[in-house]
C-alpha cells in the first residue's frame, strides 16, 4: 500500500541540477524542477481544465518549473528552517525587501544577495517558477500544458496620455482567426459606467490576431475633443488556455518534498541541521524542518488563493507550509487559477478589480476553511503597507458589514494569524534624495518596510517552532476609529500636499454561471453589482497613521507620508481620477516646512521641524527611543537599530 500511494502521487519526479556554485555560507542550485500530478485525485480537481490535457502512461499530468536553492554547507549553521519564496513575475522579492538587494539582471546566474540577510540567519532558501507566461528573460519560469479549449477573453487598456493615440496594445491571448470579426472594442472613463462600442471598421487587429490597431478619431471623451483618456477593453474568442493552476500545484508539490521528501531527490540534505546518507526518504528519522512560504504582493495574493482553494494540503492529505507570510497582498487573489488565466496582470490597482482577484471570502474564517476542514491550517503573517488599504482593499480582511451603506464591525483574526500594519510605508519604496516622478504630483514615498519585515520573519520562525508566541497584531479598527471612510479622514490642511479626493472601488462582480463550478468565465466584462465599503486609516494631525507599527520615519516624522499618490494634473483632469486610478501601488511624501515662517508662509497646518526638534542631534535621540521601544516589542532587531539611525540622518539631510 505505501509503495501504491508513493507511485500514484508522483508530484515531484526528478530535479534536473544544472549549475553548482559557492555562495560562501551556502552552496548555490540552478536547475528545473519536474512535477507529475493524478488529475483524479481530489487534490487536484480544483485546477481548472486539468482534466482537458494530455497524460503520461501512468495518467498524470506533467509539468516543470525553474528552481534555485540555497542550502547551508555546514549543518551546524543551518537554521532548520526553509524560507520558500513564491516569486513576483518570475522574480524575488525577499531580497531586496530584507537585504536592500538590487538587481537588473534577472537571470538566477546573477541575483544579487544584499546583505545576506536570509543566509546568514542560517535559513534554507528556495525560489520556485509558477507563472506561465514569465519568459527566461524575466526570471524563473514554468512550463504549463495547454488545454485545447476555446473561449472569450477580455483584454484591457488604459490610454493615459491626452490626445495620443497608440498604435497598438498587444493581447496575452492571441485571436482566433475565423472570430475576429465578431470581435467588440469598448471605451469608457468610469468603471460603472456602460462601456461604449467603437465601430468596428474604425480599429483592426494585428495580422498574427496578437495585437489591437486603434485608428484615428475614436472614444473622444464627450465635451473634450481629441482627448481619449480612459479604458479600452476588446472582448474576442482565443484558443489554447494554459492550465495556470498547475503553478499552485507546483509550489505545493516541492514545498510538500522539501518538507516529507521523496524517493530519488537530490535537495533535502541539509535542511534541517543535518545531512541525510542517500536519498531523502519519507520515513527516516532526519529532523522534519519546517516550512515558511513567503510571497509579496501578486505572489502573496497567490498564498491568499492558495490557502483558501485547499492548496496546503498536499496530494496525500498532509501539511504543507508550517507559515505563511503574506505580504503587501492586501483583500485579494488573482488570475492565478481559471481559464485564460492572466496571472502577471492584476496589479494596477485599476485592472485588478475587473480581474477575478478581489473576489470573497476576504476575512479569515473563509480564507481558511478548507485548511481548517483538512486540519492543515498555517500560522500566518499578514503584513499591510499604507497603499495595502488605498488600492488594495486591504479593510475587506478584517471588517464585516453588508458591504454597501455601512461597515457593522471589525472582523477577527484567527487564531493562528496576526496581521501587522507598517504605517506610513508605500507599496514600492521610493529612494533618496526625494524625486518627483514626471507621472506623480508629490514626492515618492521612500519608508521602507526592512528592517520590520526582517524582525518579523524571526518572530515568525519562532511561532512555527514552537519556540514562542509572536507580538500582538497591529492594525486600525473600527471600534478605535483608527479605520474609516475616505470622507471622515481629517488630513491636515497642506496646499502643497492636498488629501485626495477619490481611491479605486471593488464591486461584486458577476463571471458567468460556470465561474465558481469551473473557473470558466463566460461573461467578458463581468457585470458589476454593488460595490463593497472599503475603508482606510485614520491619521493624524501630520498627516501620519495614527495605528500599526510606527517604524521612526513615523513615530519620529520630517513629513507626511501616505501610501497614496495622484497622477500629475494633466492626467487626473481628464479621465483617470474617474476610473479610481490613484498611481499604481506608489506613496508619496511631503516634507514639513524647516521653520515656523516657512511654514505660516506656505498655510501648512503642520508644525515645521524647528518647532519639533532642537536639531540633528536631539531628532537622533528621539529616532533612537522610537527604535529602542520597537526592539521591545520584537518589531525590530537589535541588531539593525544603528542601520536605522543612519537611515534617519540620511533623512535629516534629505530635507535640509
Known amino acids: 500500500m505505501l509503495l501504491f500511494a508513493q507511485i500514484a502521487s508522483a508530484e515531484v519526479v526528478k530535479i534536473d541540477i544544472r549549475r553548482k556554485d559557492d555562495a560562501g555560507t551556502h552552496e548555490r542550485l540552478i536547475g528545473r524542477v519536474h512535477f507529475a500530478v493524478d488529475p483524479t485525485l481530489p487534490a487536484n480537481r480544483g485546477i481548472a481544465d486539468l482534466d482537458l490535457v494530455p497524460t503520461n502512461g501512468k495518467g498524470l499530468v506533467e509539468f516543470a518549473a525553474d528552481v534555485l536553492f540555497f542550502r547551508p554547507k555546514e549543518a551546524g549553521r543551518a537554521r532548520g528552517t526553509v524560507f520558500l519564496e513564491v516569486v513576483n513575475r518570475g522574480r524575488d522579492q525577499s531580497l531586496a525587501i530584507m537585504s536592500g538587494a538590487q538587481q537588473r539582471d534577472l537571470s538566477p546566474e546573477s541575483w544579487n544577495l544584499g546583505d545576506r540577510f536570509l543566509l546568514e540567519q542560517g535559513f534554507t532558501v528556495a525560489f520556485l517558477g509558477w507563472q506561465f507566461d514569465v519568459q527566461p528573460s524575466q526570471g524563473l519560469t514554468f512550463q504549463a500544458p495547454i488545454a485545447p479549449v476555446e473561449g472569450v477573453v477580455r483584454e484591457s487598456y488604459i490610454e493615459t496620455n491626452r490626445g495620443n493615440r497608440r498604435a497598438d496594445f498587444a493581447l496575452a ?14 471605451f469608457r472613463t468610469r468603471m460603472d459606467e456602460t462601456p461604449r462600442p467603437i465601430p468596428r471598421d474604425t480599429w483592426q487587429f494585428g495580422a498574427d490576431g496578437c495585437s ?69 526518504n519519507p520515513t527516516s528519522a532526519a529532523p522534519t524542518p519546517a516550512i515558511i512560504g513567503y510571497g509579496y504582493s501578486q505572489s502573496a495574493r497567490f498564498l491568499r488563493e492558495f490557502v483558501r482553494d485547499g492548496f496546503n494540503a ?20 488573482g488570475s492565478f487559477n481559471h481559464r485564460f488565466a492572466m496571472p502577471g496582470q492584476a496589479g494596477n490597482s485599476v485592472l485588478s478589480v475587473l480581474r477575478p482577484v478581489d473576489l470573497p471570502p476576504f476575512t479569515d474564517d473563509g480564507l481558511l476553511a478548507n485548511a481548517r476542514s483538512a486540519r492543515v491550517t498555517p500560522k500566518i503573517f499578514y503584513t ?28 477577527p483574526l484567527a487564531a493562528t494569524s496576526r496581521l501587522y500594519f507598517l504605517a506610513g ?8 534624495p526625494l524625486i518627483r516622478n514626471r507621472t506623480f504630483q508629490h514626492f515618492i514615498n521612500f519608508a521602507p518596510q526592512r528592517w520590520a519585515a526582517r524582525a518579523l520573519l ?5 511561532w512555527t517552532r514552537n519556540e514562542s508566541e509572536p507580538p500582538p497584531s497591529q492594525y486600525p479598527s473600527i471600534a478605535k476609529g483608527e479605520l474609516v471612510a475616505l470622507e471622515n479622514v481629517h488630513f491636515p490642511a497642506v496646499p502643497s500636499f492636498p488629501f485626495v479626493s477619490y481611491m479605486p472601488q471593488v464591486w461584486r ?8 463550478g469551473t473557473k470558466v468565465i463566460t461573461k467578458e466584462p463581468p457585470e458589476l453589482g454593488a460595490p463593497y465599503r472599503v475603508l482606510v486609516p485614520q491619521v493624524n494631525a501630520d498627516g501620519n497613521d495614527v495605528s500599526g507599527i510606527r517604524l521612526p520615519e513615523v513615530a519620529v516624522p520630517l513629513g507626511t507620508y501616505t501610501g497614496w499618490n495622484v497622477p500629475v494634473p494633466q492626467l487626473s483632469d481628464v479621465g483617470l481620477s474617474d476610473l479610481g486610478y490613484l498611481s499604481g501601488l506608489i506613496g508619496g511624501f511631503e516634507p514639513f516646512a524647516l521653520t515656523k515662517e516657512q511654514r505660516e508662509q506656505n498655510k501648512d497646518a503642520r508644525l515645521s521641524i524647528a518647532e519639533r526638534y532642537a536639531g540633528r542631534q ?6 533612537r527611543q522610537a527604535a529602542d521601544d520597537l526592539v521591545r516589542q520584537r518589531f525590530l532587531r537589535r541588531e539593525d537599530v544603528p542601520a536605522v539611525l543612519a537611515e534617519a540622518e540620511t533623512i535629516w539631510n534629505a530635507v535640509h
Open 173 to 186: 491571448y492571441c485571436a482566433s482567426a475565423p472570430a475576429r470579426n465578431s470581435a467588440t472594442l469598448t
Open 212 to 280: 489591437v490597431h486603434l485608428g484615428t478619431g475614436v472614444a473622444e471623451v464627450p465635451g473634450s475633443p481629441g482627448i481619449n483618456i480612459g479604458l479600452y477593453e476588446v472582448v474576442y474568442q482565443a484558443k489554447g488556455s494554459p492550465v495556470a493552476g498547475l503553478g499552485l500545484a507546483a509550489i505545493r508539490d516541492f514545498a510538500s518534498y522539501l518538507k516529507h521528501g521523496n524517493p530519488g531527490a537530490p535537495l533535502r540534505e541539509n535542511l534541517a541541521g543535518r545531512t541525510l546518507s542517500g536519498p531523502a
Open 314 to 333: 498536499d496530494e496525500r492529505g498532509r501539511a504543507v507550509f508550517d507559515g505563511l507570510m503574506i505580504a503587501s497582498a492586501g483583500a485579494g487573489g
Open 384 to 411: 499591510f503597507s499604507s497603499t495595502e488599504y488605498w488600492a488594495r482593499a486591504g479593510s475587506l480582511t478584517h471588517t464585516s458589514g453588508d458591504g454597501r451603506d455601512s461597515v457593522t464591525a471589525d472582523a
Open 425 to 432: 510605508t508605500p507599496h514600492s519604496s521610493g529612494a533618496l
Open 458 to 462: 524571526l518572530d515568525l520562525d519562532a
Open 509 to 516: 462582480m458577476d463571471y458567468g454561471p460556470r465561474y465558481s
Open 618 to 623: 536631539d531628532y537622533l535621540g528621539r529616532v
